[in-house]
C-alpha cells in the first residue's frame, strides 16, 4: 500500500507541475497571441491546477488508516476525489463552450474583428500535445500497478487535453489562413472534450461509490469459484464494496439445512479461501452468509 500511494503522489506531483507552467504558458500566449482557442485551452490548465490541489489533499486523507468512525478505511476518498475531478472538468468545458460559441456569433456576424494568431501560439499548442502524449502513457501506466480510480481519472484528462490541444492547432492553422472565426470554433471543440471527460469520470466513479459489480464477468467468477466448493448448493446474494482499490466481498450461500453451525462455519471459511486464493491482491475481505437449501437439480 506505501509503494501504492508513492506512485499516485508521484502522478499527482507531475501532473500539479506540469499544468502549472502550461497554464502561465497558454493564457499568456492566448492572450497576447491572439488566440481564442489556446486561451481556452489556458483556462482548462488552470482549472486543471485547482484540481489538482484537491486532489493532493482527498489524497492525503485516503491514507489514514481505519479507525472507530471508518472501520474500513478512507479509501473511499480515492473515488470521491475523483468525482471532484470530473465536475471541475465538466463545470469548465460548459464555460468554455459558451464563451466560445459567443465569439463565433460575434465574428460570424461583423459585431467583432477576426484576428490572426501569433506563430508562438502554434508552437505552445504542439508543444503542449507533446506534453501531455508523455503524461498520457506515464499516468495509464501507474494506473495499471496502482489500479487507483483517481489515476485513471487523471489519464482520461490526460487524453482530453490532447484532443482539445488538437483542435488548437487546427483553429490557428485555420485562422491564419483567413477563417478568423475558426479559432474561437476551435475552442468550443475543446469545451466539447472537456465536458464528456467529465461526464465519463463523474459516471465511472459513481458506479464505484454505488457498489456495482466490477463487470459481469467477475461476477459470474465469484459465483462459479463458490459453486465449486463441495457442500454449496447455490448462490442465494452476491454483493461487492469497492474501497480504493480493493473489494469487499459479501456473499450468501445455500447449504444443507441439516449441517451443524461448525459444519456450516467450516464450509463458509472453504468458500473464503477460495475466493482469497484467486482475488487476494484485490480483496479487502469476504464475508459469508449461509442459508438452508436443496440441492440444485441438474
Known amino acids: 500500500m506505501l509503494e501504492r500511494d508513492k506512485l499516485t503522489a508521484r502522478i499527482v506531483n ?3 507541475v506540469s499544468n502549472i507552467v502550461l497554464s502561465l504558458a497558454k493564457t499568456f500566449f492566448g492572450i497576447f497571441g491572439h488566440s481564442p482557442a489556446l486561451l481556452a485551452d489556458g483556462i482548462n490548465s488552470v482549472s486543471d491546477v485547482v484540481y489538482y490541489v484537491v486532489v493532493k489533499i482527498f489524497m492525503h486523507h485516503a491514507r489514514k488508516p481505519a479507525d472507530a468512525e471508518h472501520p474500513y478505511g478512507h479509501r473511499q476518498l480515492e473515488n470521491i476525489a475523483a468525482i471532484v475531478v470530473g465536475a471541475f472538468i465538466l463545470t469548465t468545458g460548459i464555460a468554455i463552450f459558451w464563451d466560445a460559441i459567443n465569439k463565433v456569433f460575434n465574428q460570424l456576424s461583423g459585431h467583432a474583428p477576426g484576428r490572426s494568431a501569433s506563430f508562438a501560439v502554434l508552437i505552445i499548442a504542439i508543444g503542449t500535445i ?6 498520457y502513457f506515464y499516468t495509464n501506466k501507474i494506473y495499471r500497478k496502482v ?10 484528462d490526460h487524453l482530453n487535453d490532447i484532443m482539445a490541444t488538437a483542435a488548437v492547432v487546427v483553429g490557428v492553422i485555420m485562422g491564419r489562413l483567413g477563417f478568423h472565426w475558426m479559432d474561437p470554433a476551435a475552442g468550443a471543440i475543446v469545451a466539447f472534450y472537456i465536458a464528456k471527460t467529465g461526464v465519463e469520470i463523474i459516471m465511472d466513479s459513481s458506479a464505484d461509490l454505488m457498489d456495482s459489480v466490477p463487470d459481469p464477468e467477475f461476477g459470474r467468477q465469484v459465483r462459479n469459484i463458490a459453486l465449486q466448493v463441495e457442500g454449496v448448493y447455490r448462490i442465494e446474494e452476491l454483493g461487492v464494496h469497492r474501497f480504493g482499490h480493493l473489494f469487499t466481498i459479501n456473499m450468501t450461500i445455500g447449504v444443507d439445512g441439516s449441517l451443524s453451525v461448525e459444519e456450516g462455519h467450516k464450509l463458509s471459511h472453504a468458500v473464503e479461501d477460495a475466493l482469497m486464493a484467486k482475488y487476494g491482491a484485490s480483496l479487502h475481505s469476504v464475508h459469508i452468509h449461509y442459508h438452508p437449501a436443496f440441492p440444485q437439480v441438474t
Request: hydrophobic letters at 65%.
Open 147 to 156: 489500479d487507483n480510480p483517481m489515476v485513471r481519472a487523471l489519464a482520461n
Open 130 to 135: 507533446l506534453l501531455k502524449i508523455f503524461l
Open 14 to 16: 507531475l501532473g500539479l
